[in-house]
């Protein structure tokens, strides 16, 4: 019976594509061994975190869904998911442009998106932004579990 477990594996392409240098040789090494020889498919994309996943769900989840919810509430309309994002970086302290690309307005900020943010900076901002829209009036839940809605059913039913 053929092997057809799928490893994935994180690693970086060789400067002339013709390696892949993968991380941790010797695990990769150990682990790759009955494959040794054989033709395989590989499929390549971008690495991400784990937690910038999880960073990613709980900003275009509940954060930004709680304060479109609260502001078509408070004012009879919101704007996009999208419109939402770019205040937040906004409110962070990150400078939005309007810039011509190809003869088109484009958005450029400034500052590192909250994907891009390691840890600390990914719950300092949320920690800035919750207390921002407390005050406000809007109450964001806190981050828990994997950021799945299904985290949060218990508060909204």
């Keep these: 019976?053929?092997?057809?477990?799928?490893?994935d594996w994180s690693g970086f392409a060789?400067?002339?594509?013709r390696t892949l240098d993968l991380e941790h040789p010797a695990l990769?090494?150990?682990v790759l061994r009955p494959w040794v020889g054989k033709r395989l498919l590989i499929n390549i994309s971008i690495f991400r975190k784990r937690r910038s996943l999880q960073q990613n769900r709980y900003m275009w989840g509940p954060f930004i869904t709680c304060v479109r919810t609260w502001l078509l509430e408070k004012d009879g309309h919101a704007p996009s998911k999208e419109g939402v994002y770019v205040r937040l970086r906004e409110i962070v302290g990150h400078e939005v442009r309007i810039e011509k690309i190809l003869g088109k307005d484009t958005i450029s900020m400034t500052g590192k998106s909250f994907s891009?943010?390691?840890?600390?900076?990914?719950n300092e901002a949320i920690e800035f932004l919750r207390e921002w829209f407390r005050l406000k009036g809007c109450d964001i839940p806190e981050p828990k579990g994997d950021c799945l809605w299904s985290d949060y059913a218990e508060e909204y039913d």
């Design 1 to 7: 019976m053929a092997d057809t477990r799928i490893i």
């Design 116 to 122: 891009q943010m390691n840890t600390v900076e990914f």
């Design 14 to 17: 060789s400067g002339n594509f």
């Design 28 to 30: 990769a090494a150990r």
